[in-house]
């Protein structure tokens, strides 16, 4: 076995370990990356990429959001249609004003992770270790230790950018799972959806069933979609759904599907992954360890996207690394700098977006607002005003709101 010693390790080349490493490609920090899989390779996921993705990216450096503006494994989406518990449908436009280019994107997540892995594989201070499975994390006084293949690396610090099931949380941390703070997520490739907005609209169908939850249908480049389904874990376990033979069931007999699906064709079985939602405020930080993206839980509680805020980690923890590396800190009082920032920045979303999963337990309100936006222009652009932005968002979970709409 040989010793390998980096000042930074590492778990993971998703979004928030490539958004790390790349943050930190002009320090003098050598870093180990370290994966179990090769890229490319499939995430299951809904592979929506919100304007948030793309603005993350930009400000991380201008050049890595416009190449990612030219990478063209990638369909445009320029909004929403939300499709209420009585089948009623609503489009919200949105525009990137940022940058110009479309609102937000679809594309396969074996192909933005294996664009994003790109930018991070050729780095100088960054050694790659593919098809390598982290399954022992000792924390030895001054030195973390992972064994890979025939190597034991050593770091003063390590990153678990693992996901979901996240073996550095596992052996230094302390989140666990709790199914109220937790999402089931399918989902299934398909060819030959019909009846897509124009515009690339993603689509998110709150069925009565599966509330507080949806069905998604997200169209992809080359005439695919990505069909999938998320719900609360809580409520999978308290009504006994069967979530496989639900999707199957809504997009053979749902009369707002059956039409859509007629001449579909599953490119795949069904596949689920779990998504830890950002509901709750855990503990992503200890002695000599940080946790980001789907391991620190931040996902959003409302739309189940967690890429943005995966990648806005990342950045997170460059800059506390940095600091770390120039003070010689890593304990755990120092790490919980990297935690106060994060939530600093995400809370106040995440919070209004679990008041808004909260929301979607009264299918009725919900029809209401469909009702009233469709009726209304002026309602309509508050709302895509709201949804775009975090202080007007607020106003969607108060009582107050509904009630002047009811009299408007
Ligand atoms: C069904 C579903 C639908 C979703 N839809 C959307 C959506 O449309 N838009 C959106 O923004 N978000 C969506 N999400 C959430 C999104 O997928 C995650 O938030 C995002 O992938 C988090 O990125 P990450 O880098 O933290 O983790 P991941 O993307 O999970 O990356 C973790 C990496 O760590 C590696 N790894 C794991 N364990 C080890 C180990 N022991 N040793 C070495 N390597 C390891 C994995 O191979 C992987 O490459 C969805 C999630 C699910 C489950």
Redesign the pocket.
Known sequence: MSVKSFDLII???????CACAYALRHEPIKIAV????QFP?D????????AD?VNQLFRMDKDLGERFEKFFDKQESHGVRFFAPNGNRLDIDFSNEKHGGAAGYISKREHF?NFFFNQIKDLENVEIFLS????QIIRDNETIKVFVGSDELHAPIIIG???????VNRCLGEIKVEKNHYCA???QYYAGVEGFHQKGHIELHFIKDVLPGYLWIFPLPNGEANV?L?MLSSEVSKKKVNLKAKLDQLVSNHPLLQGRFKNARALESVKG???PIGSKKRPISGDRFLL????ASL?DPFT?????N?IRSGRLAAEHIINCIKSKRFDASYNKGYEKVVYHKMWNELRLSRGLQKLLRFPRLFNFVVRKANKNQSVKLLLTSMLDNVDLKKELVKPSFYLKLLFS
Request: hydrophobic share 35%; aromatic share 2%; with cysteine.
């Open positions: 778990v993971g080349a998703g979004p928030a370990g370290i994966d179990k899989d390779r995430k299951i996921c809904g592979d929506a990429l919100s993705v992770d390598q499975k982290a399954d950018a693992d996901g979901a099931h996240s073996i997520g399918l989902r999938g998320g992954y779990g998504l980001l993206g789907d391991a996902i189940g996207e967690g890429i943005g995966a």
